[in-house]
Nanobody, 119 residues
């Protein structure tokens, strides 16, 4: 079983920063891709950023130049540095990963961490 555990959410004022971490119970080298999604009340879950095992990154347009996704291979952690936060960034942020085992990929989600940005 693979577990993803998020941390680092909280309340911050607009313009502030937060750093989210996603700790994986297995080596992140076994994840073909890991990403961060978010879901605001009444809205669909949407991709924020993703990173492949090779280090290639992808960002949603609404977070480009503000958020940075990174991998800490030594600690099996994927982080999301969020700067210049806006009230519209308020959401539950979820970690997601495609875990490879025996040639098959299985998708896993974390439990989510709340990010609230006050104006």
């Amino acid at each position: 079983q693979v577990q993803l555990v998020e941390s680092g959410g909280g309340l911050v004022q607009a313009g502030g920063s937060l750093r989210l971490s996603c700790a994986a119970s297995r080596s992140i080298f076994r994840f073909n891709r890991m990403g961060w999604y978010r879901q605001a009340p009444g809205k669909q879950r949407e991709l924020v950023a993703s990173i492949t095992s090779g280090g290639s990154t992808n960002y949603a347009e609404f977070v480009k130049d503000r958020f940075t996704i990174s991998r800490d291979n030594a600690n099996n952690t994927v982080c999301l540095q969020m700067n210049s936060l806006k009230p519209e960034d308020t959401a539950v942020y979820y970690c997601n990963g495609d875990f490879l085992m025996w040639g098959r990929s299985s998708n896993y989600w974390g439990q989510g961490t709340q990010v609230t940005v006050s104006s």
